[in-house]
Each structure stands twice: as C-alpha cells, then as structure tokens.
C-alpha cells in the first residue's frame, strides 16, 4: 500500500477536519514534569487535552493557525523538558481505544490503536487474544502513536516487524494521511516521523499480527536463556511476555505504581539514553578485544551500556546527587526524587563526554530533548 489520502468522512478525525480550531479541553499549562516520565521540566504557556482524534486534529490546527508552537505529548516516556517557563502549547494525546480490522488480505490480524492509547495495555491485550508480534515489546512505557516515530524496540524486535501503517496529520499539506510501512523509512529507532517531528501528527496506528499460541523466533539470548530455549527456538506468547517483563523489572525498566505504595526512583527514567552506536570498520576495529560487535546497517553496531560501563561509570553513578545512573542498568539516566533537567543533563553529558574521551565514540541521545540539549 502506498501513501494515501484519508477521506475525510471517515472515522472520528474527519469531524474535525474543516472545523473551527476550537479546542475542547484548554487551560494553563501544568508544569510537564508531571507528564514525563523522568518526571522534569518546565510549565508550557498553554496545555490542551485531546481525547479524540478530532479535538486532536483541531488543538494542532488552532495552535498552527495562531503560530504557536507546538508540543505533543502522550506517555511522556522518550522526552527529557528544559526547566523553567516554556513558550509553547503541549497538546496531551489522551485518545485511546483499539479495534479489530475486517481485514480478508494478507491473512492475519489488523489491529488499529489509537495515538494516546498506553503501549503497554495494547501488548497485554492483543497478546491475550492470541494476536501475536508484539510479545517482545511488553513493559515499554508509552503511548502507542509514539512506538513508530522512534522504531521502538528491544530483546531483538521492533516496532517495524508489524507494522502496517501509520494514520497521520499532515500539518505541512492541512491533509489526513496514511503513511504505509514502506513510506515511513524505519531504520534503528528513526523513521521519517522522527527525521521530520513537526510535519505529521500520529492518529492511530495498525499492526498485522498473527493468530497462535507460539511467539516468533526468540532472537535475543538472555531472553531464551531465561525462557529455556535456544537462540532461534520458540516459546508461548504468554511466556514470552511475562520472561520480558521479568527482565525489563530486574533493570528498572518496568514503570512503578505510585498507588500500590511502590516507588522505584530507577524508573524515573526516559528508558535508554543513548542509542547504541553504530560504527564504521575502522572504529570497532579500534574497540577493544572485548566490545560487543553486531551486524548493522552501514557498519558495525556496538553497545553503549557496556561503553559507559568500561568508560569507568557504574550503576548508581552520581549518587547520592539529584539525577544519577539507574542502580539496576547504566544506560538509564534516573531522577532520583528532587532532580532538575539541567541535573539530568549534567550528568548525560558526563557520560557521554567520559565515553568519548576513553573509546573516541560519541554517544547520542535517545529521548528527544525539548527546549535544552547536550552541547
């Protein structure tokens, strides 16, 4: 399937193409620290809540009209906001709802979920029904209109094994639009939704799944070591599932419950980082003996949690200040319950500038920083 132009008559986004731009639910900004997963950052000038795709379509067309710019947020998980007042209207993705294409082609299950719809709740449901692919994927904070912008992945899947296309506004062109697997050029955590972040607004999402009780081929070791399985053998999606959430917990990359009493600062965090590097021959020939190399896409990939760690930074690095690495996992830069975003800069950049002095391998951020940067 190509790109397309969605009619607009179809479904709840069209009642708000060619509308007034009103939005339905505005006040003044909430400091994002309370939307964002690392918990930082600063008060937006104007806050919106979208809670379909027509108010959504409608806050970004008010707030472009008005010259505003522009923040989207949903799960908050992949951010990391500057301090301080902000000069731009966050407009909070809280649509949610999944459904169940009729689709007869290609065989298998469509499943469309809508933008703001909590990533993690559509795994565990589709997983139940026996809709599989996505079984790897469980315990990732987040929405799920976000998983595509960044290709989102881990224990050797991704996002881009199931997807089937993206439904979008097209803020350049004033358009719906369909964006299909092929048009949305995945690469490692990229897409064309990432490389252009102001031009499209996610609506909802469509997996092609399988319908079975077997996940797919396990391909990351410490998941079939823990699975009992070998590199390559299979297992059932159920098992899968609960083997990855076993693990991500074990590294504080499983979100806590506030309202069951449980706080784990380490999951104070935005995920990863850094993006693993993916190096030219001569770079990872330069590597020590040691460092773990991959097969890439234009070179050799390496991994970053074991460049911060040889760099001389262990867990729990920068304790007992305000923002230190995760005591569970060194890839996770964690607020420990007071920290600024200048806090988790400040030792980001450390990291990174400590890994690039020791191996000459710049490290890049993972979330997208919104107001601030690295230098």
């Known amino acids: 399937m190509s790109t397309q132009e969605q009619a607009p008559a179809d479904r709840d986004a069209a009642a708000g193409v060619g509308g007034t731009g009103a939005d339905a639910s505005t006040a003044p900004g909430a400091p994002l620290a309370t939307?964002?997963?690392?918990?930082v950052g600063g008060r937006p000038a104007r806050e919106v809540v979208a809670?379909?795709?027509a108010e959504l379509v409608d806050a970004v067309r008010g707030?472009?009209?008005r010259g505003e710019e522009v923040l989207l947020v949903a799960g908050g998980s992949n951010l990391?906001?500057?301090?301080?007042?902000l000069p731009v209207t966050a407009v909070v993705v809280a649509s949610s709802g999944l459904r169940r294409e009729p689709v007869d082609a290609c065989g298998g299950v469509w499943v469309t979920a809508e933008a703001g719809h909590p990533w993690e709740?559509?795994?565990?449901?589709?997983?139940?029904?026996?809709?599989?692919?996505?079984?790897a994927l469980s315990g990732i904070p987040g929405s799920t209109g976000a998983t595509p912008v960044q290709n989102v992945g881990a224990y050797g899947a991704d996002v881009s094994g199931t997807l089937a296309q993206v439904r979008t506004w097209d803020r350049r062109e004033g358009r719906l639009r369909t964006l299909a697997v092929g048009d949305l050029r995945l690469g490692y955590r990229t897409s064309l939704l990432k490389e252009d972040p102001d031009r499209y607004v996610v609506l909802d999402v469509t997996f092609q799944l399988r319908e079975g009780e077997l996940g797919g081929p396990v391909r990351y070791a410490e998941l079939a070591a823990r699975l009992g399985v070998p590199v390559g053998g299979r297992a059932p999606a159920a098992d899968v599932r609960e083997a990855v959430l076993a693990l991500r917990r074990g590294k504080g990359m499983v979100l806590d419950d506030p309202a069951a009493g449980v706080v784990d600062h380490?999951?104070?965090s935005a995920g990863s980082f850094f993006t693993n590097p993916v190096l030219g021959a001569a770079e990872a020939d330069a590597l020590p003996e040691g460092a773990p190399r991959y097969p890439a896409e234009g070179g050799v990939k390496t991994s970053a949690a074991w460049l911060i760690a040889a760099a001389g930074f262990e867990r729990g690095h920068g304790l007992p200040g305000p923002a230190a690495l995760s005591?569970?996992?060194?890839?996770?830069?964690?607020?420990?319950?007071g920290a600024s975003a200048q806090d988790v800069l400040a030792l980001a950049r450390e990291v990174r500038d400590g890994v690039a002095e020791r191996f000459g391998v710049r490290l890049e951020p993972e979330p997208r920083l919104v107001g601030c940067s690295l230098g």
């Open 51 to 53: 809670r379909t795709q």
């Open 35 to 39: 939307r964002t997963t690392l918990r």
């Open 121 to 135: 709740d559509l795994v565990a449901e589709t997983t139940a029904n026996g809709w599989l692919g996505l079984e």
């Open 80 to 85: 990391l906001v500057a301090d301080g007042d």
């Open 63 to 65: 707030a472009d009209a």
């Open 327 to 337: 005591t569970k996992h060194t890839l996770a830069v964690t607020n420990r319950g």
């Open 266 to 268: 380490d999951t104070w």
